[in-house]
């Protein structure tokens, strides 16, 4: 069954019951995200959250309610959680894959005045967040630690060069880390102006627009004919996936970072892998390992998220939220306030 943004409607629901171990949270503020738009949309990821019900995965606010048996989180806690948490028992978490966990528990519903957390989720994936920090700025700890693995597998190193396609909210906080890794170069590549120039105000080297310059000469241009050492994709579409392979130097990495549609395929030419050396590399989600990290590079502003927040609306206006993100050129993201 596939839904749409004109499904969406706010409703009133009971207040979850706190059981033993669980924590209850009054959301503060909760950001749009391009996952919860693909799975409205696209209809998937069914293992993962089953429609209808409460979206919105990230979050932070403060804690009401603590379950019997916790010594943590206190009441009153500044607290952002999830939006999973490994089982820790699994073959794949015993070989510390824990993003890739066979029984991962996840949460959804930050779209609400409350939420509730699984209390395997207060142990493993809850985090404290610190006075200084906004609500907002706490939920974007879920995409930048998505972005932390990422950049993690994809091995950037200082003095790469490295090249993103789309400059949405992910390509943006992709370009931020790679740039606090010490990327010598950064290129990004986007069809909206808007999005380039705010790429460029945070900092990037060069700014493509796919619609209006050849991407492959312009790369090859910028990077002394051979390409870049690092490319990631992150828009989510089997043709930039395959472009992102043709953009990478002998030797390189090429990072699949967005999520393609369901049963979608991509050619590789086998002479790149062979001869070329290119290592082509997906990346899913992220560890609880990677949120606390998330949080703590946002609290100490090594990485700044507060440019990439661009608008804030009333929870009661979250379908207008979800119009602005599928037809917008340059919002960003979107804080939503109960
Ligand atoms: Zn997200
Ligand atoms: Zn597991």
């Known amino acids: 069954m596939l839904y749409g943004i004109g499904d969406l409607r706010v409703e009133d629901v009971e207040v979850p019951e706190v059981d033993a171990g669980e924590v209850l949270v009054r959301v ?86 409350y939420i ?28 930048l630690a998505c972005v932390l693995h990422g950049v993690e597998e994809a091995g950037v190193k200082l003095g790469d060069t490295v090249t ?40 990037v080297d060069e700014a493509i627009n796919a619609g209006k310059e050849d991407v492959v000469e312009r790369v090859r241009q910028l990077t002394g004919g051979y390409g870049a050492d690092v490319v990631i994709e992150a828009i989510g579409l089997p043709a930039t996936w395959e472009q992102a392979l043709n953009l990478v130097r002998k030797g390189g990495a090429v990072l699949e970072f967005g999520g393609c549609p369901p049963e979608t395929e991509i050619k590789v030419d086998t002479e790149l892998l062979h001869y070329g050396e290119v290592t082509v590399l997906g990346a899913f989600h992220a560890t609880p390992l990677h949120f606390k990290k998330a949080l703590n590079l946002i609290a100490s502003r090594t990485i700044d998220v507060r440019p990439l927040i661009t608008r804030k609306l009333r929870l009661k206006d979250i ?17 939503i306030n109960p």
């Open 116 to 143: 509730k957390v699984p209390a395997h989720m207060v142990l493993v994936n809850t985090q404290e967040v610190p006075q200084h920090v906004s609500y907002e700025e706490a939920a974007v700890a879920e995409p």
């Open 319 to 335: 379908k207008e939220a979800f119009e602005i993100l599928s037809t917008s050129k340059s919002e960003i993201k979107i804080a």
């Open 164 to 203: 993103i396609i789309g400059a949405g909210p992910i390509g943006l906080l992709h370009l931020l880390t790679v740039k606090k890794i010490g990327a010598e170069k950064t290129i990004i590549i986007d069809l909206v102006e808007e999005r380039l120039s705010l790429a460029k105000r945070l900092g």
């Open 28 to 113: 503060k503020a909760a950001t749009t995200c391009g996952t919860d738009l693909k799975i409205l949309q696209r209809g998937y990821v069914e293992k993962v959250i089953k429609l209808p019900t409460i979206f919105g995965h990230e979050w932070a606010g403060d804690v009401v309610e603590v379950g019997e048996g916790l010594d943590w989180p206190r009441k009153g806690m500044r607290v952002r959680a999830g939006n999973s948490a490994p089982c820790l028992r699994c073959i794949m978490c015993r070989r510390g894959r824990y993003n890739l966990c066979e029984n991962m528990i996840w949460l959804w519903g930050a779209y609400a005045e």
